[in-house]
């Protein structure tokens, strides 16, 4: 899986920045390295990432200034602003990483909307997800949501996932687990 490959990625980024020499490593590893927080949504360790980077590095470097308004976004849960600053022309290294970022956001946003809304306007749902009208066709198409005809913007109605059933737990059971911690407090 993905997100397990870039999981182990960061476990050698992080290897290799702290046996850098003289403590500094190489821009492209602190690129990558932050790339990855962004996509783990690690936003605590991007920042501690981006105090420790040398100011020299990061004052002459046009992406690593682009992924700092990224996580900016992602820290203020800006979505327009997320979507300003990951649409950018990143480096080889990089790409693949930001755009599987862009894509695991936006598949995160619709499920949000899915689960929170029970009906939202059209153009909300395309500032939210960064999505074209036609896109928007083709979504709610494939997770059964409805449309409902009219002029611009138009509301969708989306259909509620069928979630697991909730974890029913007896009351003799929370009461024989709260009595547990309360002797395990006085002793």
């Given at each position: 899986?993905l997100?397990e490959?870039i999981?182990?990625l960061?476990?050698?980024?992080?290897?290799h920045?702290l046996e850098?020499p003289g403590?500094?490593?190489?821009?492209?590893?602190?690129?990558?390295?932050f790339?990855?927080?962004?996509?783990?949504?690690d936003?605590?360790?991007?920042?501690?990432?981006?105090?420790?980077?040398?100011?020299?590095?990061?004052a002459g470097?046009?992406e690593?200034?682009q992924?700092?308004?990224?996580?900016?976004?992602?820290?203020?849960n800006?979505?327009?602003?997320?979507?300003?600053?990951?649409n950018h022309?990143?480096?080889?290294?990089?790409s693949?990483?930001?755009?599987?970022?862009?894509?695991k956001?936006q598949?995160?946003?619709?499920?949000l909307?899915?689960?929170?809304?029970s009906?939202?306007?059209?153009?909300?749902?395309a500032e939210?997800?960064?999505?074209?009208?036609?896109?928007?066709?083709?979504t709610?198409?494939?997770?059964n949501?409805e449309?409902l005809p009219g002029a611009y913007?138009?509301?969708?109605i989306?259909?509620?996932?069928?979630?697991?059933?909730?974890?029913?737990?007896?009351?003799e059971?929370?009461l024989?687990?709260?009595t547990?911690f309360?002797?395990?407090?006085?002793?």
């Open positions: 899986m997100s490959k999981r182990q960061t476990l050698v980024l992080e290897k920045e850098a403590g500094i490593s190489t821009i492209q590893l602190y690129s990558e390295l790339a990855a927080y962004l996509y783990q949504n936003l605590a360790s991007a920042r501690f990432l981006w105090k420790r980077i040398p100011q020299n590095m990061k470097n046009v690593l200034e992924m700092y308004k990224v996580y900016v976004a992602l820290w203020n800006n979505t327009a602003a997320f979507y300003k600053a990951i022309d990143w480096s080889k290294h990089v693949e990483l930001m755009f599987e970022l862009k894509e956001f598949q995160e946003t619709i499920a909307v899915g689960r929170a809304y009906s939202i306007f059209e153009n909300v749902f939210m997800t960064n999505q074209t009208p036609d896109m928007i066709e083709d709610c198409k494939s997770l949501w449309i913007p138009r509301l969708i989306p259909k509620r996932t069928v979630d697991e059933k909730p974890i029913v737990v007896s009351a059971s929370q024989h687990r709260l547990d309360v002797s395990f407090l006085e002793n």
